[in-house]
């Protein structure tokens, strides 16, 4: 069965940083581009980054390039979301998927894990 996990979500003020972290399980991790979607109330699901399972590709939201950086520790199994400088408008949802696309489409992702809630407050 596989299983895709987020933590690191928070409240945090206007400017700060956090960092997501997602972990898998029952996956061959390094088959996959891995990435980072977000939902916020009212508004539909959408990318925010994905990097290549060889990490030598990174592709990035324009809302976000520049303040978020995505990484993968394939050894761990593990995903990672820096994000800094955030903004109120980066309250969401986030959600660690498997199978993403340089397009940052939904469409072709794989597996999702259940989300970590991000708010950013002014």
């Known amino acids: 069965q596989v299983q895709v996990e987020e933590s690191g979500g928070g409240l945090v003020q206007a400017g700060g940083s956090l960092r997501l972290s997602c972990t898998t399980h029952?996956?061959?991790?390094?088959?996959?581009?891995m990435g980072w979607f977000r939902q916020a109330p009212g508004k539909e699901r959408e990318g925010v980054s994905c990097i290549s399972w060889t990490e030598d590709r990174t592709y990035y939201a324009d809302s976000v390039k520049g303040r978020f950086t995505i990484s993968r520790d394939n050894a761990k199994n593990t995903l990672y979301l820096q994000m800094n400088s955030l903004k109120p408008e980066d309250t969401a949802m986030y959600y660690c998927?498997?199978?993403?696309?340089?397009?940052?489409?939904?469409?072709?992702?794989?597996?999702w894990g259940q989300g970590t809630q991000v708010t950013v407050s002014s």
């Open positions: 998927a498997a199978g993403c696309n340089p397009l940052l489409l939904p469409l072709g992702v794989h597996y």
């Open positions: 029952g996956l061959t991790f390094d088959d996959y581009a």
